[in-house]
């Protein structure tokens, strides 16, 4: 299991920009692939983007591709979500997660429990 601490939600009026990060305290990124999940109100928890653990690949879900950008800092053990041109339907509670491999965060399904952080609200006003 990985302790995930994630930070950097908030309001933003639809146009604007977010940056999401997500610490995993004493581990070692580059031994896991990252992911962030969201889930908004009475919807189900959904793939955003997950990036490899030498940082070399990332993988969007369609509707924020070319709006969204993963990155990973492993000497400080963060990985990063950079959200631009958000849109109101981005407004969720937005979860780290990691994986053994990325297959793993094609899905929350295949997410251990003791493998997510507490989430983080992001509210995009229109």
């Known amino acids: 299991q990985v302790q995930l601490v994630e930070s950097g939600g908030g309001l933003v009026q639809a146009g604007g920009s977010l940056s999401l990060s997500c610490a995993a305290p004493?581990?070692?990124?580059?031994?896991?692939?990252m992911g962030w999940f969201r889930q908004a109100p009475g919807k189900e928890r959904e793939f955003v983007a997950a990036?490899?653990?030498?940082?070399?690949?990332?993988y969007y879900r369609g509707s924020v591709k070319g709006r969204f950008t993963i990155s990973g800092d492993n000497p400080k053990n963060t990985v990063y979500l950079q959200m631009n041109s958000l849109k109101p339907d981005d407004t969720a509670v937005y979860y780290c997660?990691?994986?053994?491999?990325?297959?793993?965060?094609?899905?929350?399904?295949?997410?251990?429990?003791?493998?997510w952080g507490k989430g983080t609200l992001v509210t995009v006003s229109s």
């Open positions: 997660a990691a994986g053994d491999s990325i297959v793993v965060l094609t899905t929350p399904k295949t997410v251990r429990s003791g493998d």
């Open positions: 004493g581990r070692t990124f580059s031994s896991y692939a």
């Open positions: 990036i490899t653990g030498s940082g070399g690949s990332a």
